[in-house]
């Protein structure tokens, strides 16, 4: 891990309690800064708590963290901005869900709260970096920092670059990733930058083959894992990062390229519309109930 620097001792800003943002504000208060949940659900506010306190108790369980380095970690975050140092902050990340209009609201908010010269990073998946920066007074020093889930275990953080995003807001941002122990990887500014560019044709292609009758979802899953050595397969990975989120990512990917492979699979849109979206409702591709 790379040494601190001033930014790494710095307040930090975090704007969504999802799933994501606390996975956030979770790594970055490991690393010692204080950090502000900003979330104005009382319910989510409660569940991202309780999701951190979970996270943590799991790595104390492996021997990773120590039970007063997880008190220590607890103790850095707070909710009310009247108990934090806004004007001191060195960056604040938006991770609210992947809705453009939405997004645009929480970051004129908090281009108006930072200080002047904070950067502004949005953790979006697949979102136009640079037509996020211009809702802002600051688009050179607006970035992308796109974490992976789940985010206090996935080392890679994708640094996507703006049209107007100034070298030395990537330098920095570069930097911050390091001393949070991720893996920074610099990309430009393109529907679903790299990861999910990748990722989700093949989610769709999962789907439309399980919609097609190709295979059952199992089969299809184990193809994946013990044919391609993935981890998991496209099937259970979509439950996982939500097949809500999976789609508004097809979705911009269609509207971006203008390209019809990246058409979203009807069983994809039927399973969001039936409330199915994964993990997070306890149905899915599988059930989790």
């Known amino acids: 891990m790379a040494a601190p620097t001033a930014m790494a001792v710095r307040p930090v800003l975090v704007a969504g309690a999802g799933t994501m943002g606390s996975g956030i504000a979770q790594v970055f208060a490991t690393s010692g800064r204080p950090v502000l949940l900003s979330e104005p659900s009382e319910t989510a506010r409660q569940r991202g708590l309780a999701g951190i306190e979970k996270s943590l108790s799991r790595l104390v369980d492996k021997g990773t963290l120590g039970p007063t380095a997880k008190d220590e970690t607890l103790r850095r975050i707070v909710f009310q901005e009247s108990d934090f140092p806004i004007a001191d902050c060195a960056i604040a990340v938006e991770a609210v869900p992947e809705k453009v209009d939405l997004k645009k609201s ?6 108006r709260k930072l200080p002047p010269g904070a950067i502004l990073a949005t953790n979006t998946s697949s979102i136009s970096i640079t037509e996020l920066a211009a809702s802002t007074g600051r688009p050179d020093r607006f970035v992308g920092m796109h974490f992976m889930n789940p985010v206090p275990l996935m080392p890679l953080v994708e640094i996507v670059r703006g049209l107007e995003t100034s070298e030395k807001t990537v330098a920095e941002t570069v930097e911050l990733a390091r001393t949070l122990g991720k893996t920074p990887v610099v990309v430009q500014d393109r529907p679903g930058f790299i990861s999910n560019r990748l990722l989700m044709p093949m989610i769709n292609e999962a789907a439309f083959s399980l919609m097609e ?4 979802r199992e089969s299809i899953d184990t193809v994946m894992k013990l044919g391609m050595n993935h981890p998991m397969g496209p099937l259970a990975l979509a439950d996982l990062i939500g097949i809500d989120v999976c789609l508004d990512i097809l979705e911009v990917l269609h509207k971006g390229f203008g390209d ?4 979203p699979c009807p069983l994809l849109r039927n399973l969001v519309a039936a409330g199915r979206l994964g993990r997070k409702s306890g149905r899915g591709f599988y059930d989790y109930a």
């Not at 009758?213 to 059952?216: I, K, L, W």
């Open 213 to 216: 009758g190709v295979a059952d």
């Open 106 to 111: 929480v970051l004129k908010e908090l281009d």
């Open 260 to 263: 019809d492979k990246y058409r």
